[in-house]
């Protein structure tokens, strides 16, 4: 069996890179649709030959997943670069800590870049101490400045995900970072007899050591449609996770219950505060939700039947 990673899926066919950097397409077997299992761009996947000359391989098996999103629709996503322009368009906070939420629930990384810094470089120093406290690493990009070699850094080894809103410089900064090995990725695309500039489609391009993935920008995100549960709202927020079993309560919600050890902290540190609110915001929208009705979301969600593994590239 040959083994390999999904760059990209369209209609149902697969480019498979192989370890020796060879791309071959390739056809999933029957028994994936038979069991609604769609193989997904990230999936490391063990292939056999078909004989078929257009799919040369046919999809084996793929590997137990460390996570699966339906949007962007990817495996094994391991960190996310969220970009957050200063201006143009303004930047949505809210946006920002529940992508954070759904990274941290994903078991996938998150690491900020504040772009468009050129067009309001006083608004910076602001941004960044909001989130300071997380320990998420935290990035600043222009046009004439793009922290290319620090991405790249990040990106090592890794499968990186861009998520944020429309308009954020996503694209800019994958170009960025793909310099020639974009030219590579659309030679391979004549081939196949695809056009190098469609972007509806997820697809994986060699950065440097690791893989990186442009995905569409968002329009708007739920976190009651992804069926994410209230008492999760806290993972996105590690500031306050840390405190929390300094709480008297061990269900503390850490909104009003008596010795709260998260809310004593964010009263003696007022640069807390812009988050702290987002998340009682957060946590109480979904708190008013049914609670079966969000498990069975989630349920709908990943993609069925693998079990979930923590490998790395
Ligand atoms: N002034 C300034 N403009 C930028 C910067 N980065 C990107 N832009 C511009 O902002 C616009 C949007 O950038 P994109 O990279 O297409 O944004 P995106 O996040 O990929 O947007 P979607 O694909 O719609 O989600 C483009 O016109 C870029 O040239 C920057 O650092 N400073
Ligand atoms: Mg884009
Ligand atoms: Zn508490």
Known sequence: MIPGLILRGVGGAYWIHETNGRVTAAKPRGIFRRRRLSPLPGDRVLCSESGDDDFPYTIEEIKPRRNALVRPPVANLERCFITVALADPLPDFELVDKLGIICRIHNIEPLIVWTKTDLAPEALAGHRAQYLATGWPQFAASLEEQPVSCLLAEINGHLVSFAGASGTGKSTLTNALLGEEVMEAGEISEKLGRGRHTTRHVELFRAGEGWIC????????????????????????????????????????????????????????????????????????????????????????????????????
Not at 259 to 274: F, G, K, S, T
Not at 293 to 298: F, H, V, Y
Request: charged share 30%.
């Open 214 to 313: 442009d995905t569409p920008g968002f329009s708007s995100l739920e976190l009651d449609q992804l069926g994410i549960l209230p008492e999760e709202t806290i993972l996105g927020y590690p500031e306050f996770e840390i405190h929390a079993s300094g709480c008297r309560f061990p269900g503390c919600r850490h909104i009003q219950e008596p010795d709260c050890a998260v809310r004593r902290v964010v009263c003696d540190h007022p640069e807390l505060n812009p988050r702290y609110e987002r998340y009682i915001l957060f946590r109480e929208l979904l708190e008013a939700q049914e609670p079966w009705q969000l498990r069975r979301r989630r349920e709908l969600l990943p993609p069925p039947g693998l079990p979930m593994s923590t490998d790395r590239f």
